[in-house]
Structures are given as C-alpha cells and as structure tokens.
C-alpha cells in the first residue's frame, strides 16, 4: 500500500465524507508549482481555490510566520495586540472603506456582514426610518457554508438539505436590472452581490446593474454588501474587484488570499454601517490573531513591492487572448470570461469539462471546474506568461483530442472519463 493508499482508507473511515478528492499528496510547493509525494512537480493554476496569492514558499510569508510565532501566536481578542490595527489600516487605505473586523474564513466574515446589515437597518427603524430586513442575493450567488451563507447562496443543493435556512432571502436573476428594481423595496436591508461571480462561473457584475444596486440602496439607506473573497485582494489587478467599476460599497467582506494561506477573513464598512455595532455583539476567539495578521501584512507589502497588482493585470490579460486563440480553434468552447487572474472558459458540456479538468491533472496542471460546464483558473498572483504558455499547449492538445468525443458521449448519455 502506498502512503496515498494508507492516507486514503483512513480518511473513509475517520471523516465526513464531504469531499471527493483527486488521489494526489502534495507534500511541498515552490512559486507557482506543487510537488507531491513522488517528488512530481504540477503547475498550479488555482492556488487552494485562490488563497495561494504568493505562490507557495514565498520568502515574505515564511518570514512573517517564522517571526511572530516566536513572539506571539494567539492572545485572543480581550488584548490587544500589534497586528490589528497596522492590518486595518492598510485594508482601509487601499479599499476606501472605514472600520474592520477580523474573522477567520470567508463565510464567518459573511455572516457577520449580514447580521452588520440587518443591526443598521435595526438601528435606522430605531431613528424612525420606514426599513425592513430583508437581503436581495443573485442568482448563482455564493456566500459560504454556514447558515447565513448558504441562505444567501442561490443552488438549491447547497440551501435545501439544510432547510429551514435563515428566513427573508428573496433571490435576483442576474445582471437583470428590471427585476432588480421589482423586488427593491423599504423592506430590503440590504442587497448582496459578488463584483464577480466565482462559484457561479466567473460572471462580472454589469455596470448597469452594479450602479442600479448602488442607487437603490442609498435611495432608502439600506446596505450595498459586495463579497470580495474570491475577487478581491488584487486577483483582478485592483485590490477589489468593484474598483474597476467605480463603484463604493457600504460593506465588502475579504478572506482567501488576505493572508496567503494562513486562515483570516475580514469585514470592512464605512462609518455609517459601523454605528450600528457596539462592544459585545459581535466577536470571534481566533478572528485577526497576531500571526495571521503579521502573514496579511507581509502579503499585502509583498503584493506592493513586487508590483503583483500590475502583474495579474499584464498576465490576467495575455492569459485571457491566450484563451481567446484557443476558442477560435475550437467550438467547444463557448465562452471565455473574467478580470486580470480570476478567469474562465466556458464549454459545452459538462463531460467535457470534467474530462479537460482530469486531463490537465495527467499533465500536472491544477485547474478546476465550476457550475458544471467552467473552467475556472485562479493562478497564484506570481504567475508569468511561460506558465500561460504551458496551460494552453495543454488544454490545445486537449480539446484536439477529445472535444468531439466528449461531447458525443454527453449526448448519448454516456460519461466520458479521461
Ligand atoms: N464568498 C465567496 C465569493 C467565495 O468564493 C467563498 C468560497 O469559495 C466564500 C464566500 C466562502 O469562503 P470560505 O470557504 O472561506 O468560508
């Protein structure tokens, strides 16, 4: 038996079998590759589900960790410490918003912007405002596992086995302004999206529909909640993603890659959001710890000094061409989508797409699938044009191979496997 092999049957005995992994153990990684236990090397095209914004090993990070967990890895949040505030300043400056609060993961920090935005609108009714609590969310939405998130994610499969899920969730078909405007009332608390879709299949906001959101919501004082986790932190080539449209939320929530692999989240708001939280109603035990607050610092100066915000733009762009040529060549792809390193190709069908997934795997390159039939690639901000290379001589050989097949088989019924 192999040390896969024993890992792999102790795992289905011992855990909750949430997850189908691919039989891979990474032991290691440097830059933008992994290497697994045979010493293999792969090139990474989705960093951890796009945490991994240096790479792996990077020396900043190594640094950061090395050094405050010889000072101080944990003192909760009834001290102070030197992190939090050095953090906080830096995210305010960089996303124009005012206040932070530190949590561990992204869809801790989803929670605690929806339960931030229905205290304001408690707050408002308190000062005699005519506001509801209801959430307007996007189809194709996802926020996150626990209750709220999924309450607000829109697939059924992720909401419904653990139904009743939080009540006064009504659902907006996407990019559709009418129906946006339908269902906007004074019983909204807030509207909900993501700049950018991830697990929806990489799917940009409109600007119409964006500046539609953000003109509703101030007409009555509820909230505009934009989730950053996926998008923001500079994996577009701005530091959020609703940068690109000029558009400034009340609350946007950060986590994947705020501190390089190390787990953190954050919630930023402006003053106006802030009023409505005071000490004791919100907290966490672990939320912007020192050591994840030093790793975030060191992230975001690494970021800065290495020009990595250029460099997913400059990168982001010739990636995107790149797969732009390879749709020309090949009619199994539908459509290509996304901002700077937070891209996508459509394909025609989901065989298809779990098959290119498995084959790129045989060819040691992670990517992933999403919402069935997208492929999604949200490389380590480090990435250069050679990788890009690499990935399409691949995906070329790929589609040359087995798009016709695959689609054959999808529409007998048959399932194609690579
Ligand atoms: N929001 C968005 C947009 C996400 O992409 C994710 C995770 O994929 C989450 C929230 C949840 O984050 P986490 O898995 O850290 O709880």
Known sequence: MTKLDQIRAAEERLLLPTYERNPILFVRGEGVHLIDEQGDRYLDLLSGIGVNALGYAHPAIETAIARQSRALIHTSNLFFHEGQAELALRLTERTGLDRVFFANTGTEAWEGALKLARAHAGLLRSEGKNIGTKFLALEQSFHGRTFGSVSTTYKAKYREPFGPVVPG???????????????????????????????GGIRPLSQEFFAEARALASSTGALLVVDEIQAGMGRTGKWCAYQHYGIQPDVTTLAKPLAGGIPLGAILCTEEAARAIHAGMHGTTFGGGPLACAVAIAVIDAIEKENLLKNATEVGDYFQAQLRTLASRHDAIKGVRGKGLMLAAELDSADLAKLTVAEMLKRHIVINCTSDTVLRFLPPFILKSEHVDYAMAALDEIFTEHASHASTTQSTGGHARG
């Open 169 to 199: 969730v009504e659902f907006v078909r996407f990019n559709d302004v009418a129906d946006l405007q339908a269902k906007f009332s004074n019983e909204v608390c807030a509207i909900l999206v993501e700049s950018i879709q991830g697990e």
